[in-house]
Each structure stands twice: as structure tokens, then as C-alpha cells.
């Protein structure tokens, strides 16, 4: 999946896990992903938390599509920082599962909640 994500790519991700209900990814924010005021667009964690999201609900082996999510922005973000994004199950049934992603800096600040839900197509992943 990560090597036809251009996106992912582009962000710099690097996956450190990735697993059935579970992934852990981390990046730098560049300069280019900064706002007018210096900090991070709001979107770059949003990508790097939707990321963890995709690939630990799709690690199943059955293609998942988000169908809602929200972030809750805990504090700003530089450039330099280096961010952990850990995605984790809270329940799946064969059509929906949910999600709960935590974004840390390379503190083990919080620096985003994120939550999603998706739908599973029930069409399996060509292995």
C-alpha cells in the first residue's frame, strides 16, 4: 500500500510497524509544511494520524476506505520536530472498524487525538 501513496511518501513517512489493527509510523516537518505563523499546518499531522489510520485498518487484509474522522490539535508543531503517530483498534465488526491515533513529538508530548472510523469494502487486498 505504502508504495503507491505518493502523499505518504511526499510527507516523509516511515513506517515502524505495521500490523492487523495496528501501525506505528514517524516524520520531520520541513519548513515547506509550516503556516503563516511558523507551525505546522494543521493538515500534516491530520496526514500523518489518517496514514496510521489507513494502514493498520487495511493490515487485515480487507480494503478500508475512512468514512469519519476528527483531530483534536493538542499544541504546536516546528519544524524539526519529529512525530510518532501510533494508530490502535478500538473494535471491528466485517463492516466498520474504529480507530484511535495519538501523535507524539519527539518529546513524548501529545501533540494531536485523532479518531476515525472505516468503512471495509469486503474486497481482499491482491497479495
Same mark, same amino acid.
Given at each position: @500500500?505504502?508504495?503507491?501513496? &505518493? /502523499? ?10 505495521v500490523a492487523p489493527g495496528r501501525c506505528v509510523l ?6 515547506? @509544511?509550516l503556516n503563516g505563523f511558523a507551525i505546522a499546518h ?31 490539535? &493538542? ?9 510518532t503517530a501510533t494508530a490502535a483498534e478500538l473494535n471491528?465488526?466485517?463492516? /466498520? ?21 472505516? /468503512? ?8
Amino acid at each position: @500500500m505504502y508504495d503507491h501513496d &505518493a /502523499f505518504s511518501q511526499w510527507l516523509g513517512i516511515e513506517r515502524l510497524q505495521v500490523a492487523p489493527g495496528r501501525c506505528v509510523l514517524r516524520m520531520t516537518v520541513r519548513e515547506e @509544511m509550516l503556516n503563516g505563523f511558523a507551525i505546522a499546518h494543521g493538515s500534516i499531522t491530520y496526514s500523518l494520524a489518517d496514514s496510521a489510520l489507513a494502514f493498520a485498518a487495511n493490515a487485515h487484509g480487507v480494503q478500508a476506505v475512512s468514512i469519519e474522522t476528527g483531530i483534536t490539535h &493538542a499544541r504546536p508543531v516546528r519544524a524539526g520536530d519529529i512525530l510518532t503517530a501510533t494508530a490502535a483498534e478500538l473494535n471491528r465488526t466485517s463492516r /466498520f472498524a474504529t480507530y484511535q491515533v495519538t501523535v507524539h513529538d519527539q518529546q513524548e508530548r501529545v501533540v494531536a487525538l485523532f479518531k476515525g472510523t472505516v /468503512f471495509r469494502t469486503g474486497e481482499a487486498w491482491a497479495l
